[in-house]
């Protein structure tokens, strides 16, 4: 008697899935996934110390990770993470950052 449609359908879907376990427990075994990455080391430090009363309220660390520009009431501020240095702008006349 030949197979019915859905017999062979469930066949193939069966097929499909053992051989795509297969390649897969292959390919973790040969390494063709690659090695996973470690993740990196986070050092966590403050780099502002401002008091209450003069908030942060906006901040962006730069791309390269060397650099956090932030605003104050005092202007905006660009600091170096690794030495601490800062160059500081005043606001423009007539802004308020409150």
Do not use: K
């Amino acid at each position: 008697m030949p197979a019915s449609w859905r017999s062979r359908w469930l066949a193939a879907v069966a097929a499909a899935l053992l051989l795509s376990l297969g390649i897969t427990l292959t390919g973790l075994r040969l390494g063709w996934f690659g090695e996973p990455s470690a993740m990196p080391e986070l050092n966590v430090r403050q780099v502002t110390n401002n008091p209450p009363e003069d908030p942060v309220p906006r901040a962006s660390i730069s791309p390269d990770g060397a650099s956090l520009a932030y605003v104050d009431l005092t202007g905006l501020h660009i600091r170096r993470i690794d030495t601490g240095e800062t160059r500081s702008f005043p606001p423009p006349e007539n802004c308020c950052f409150r």
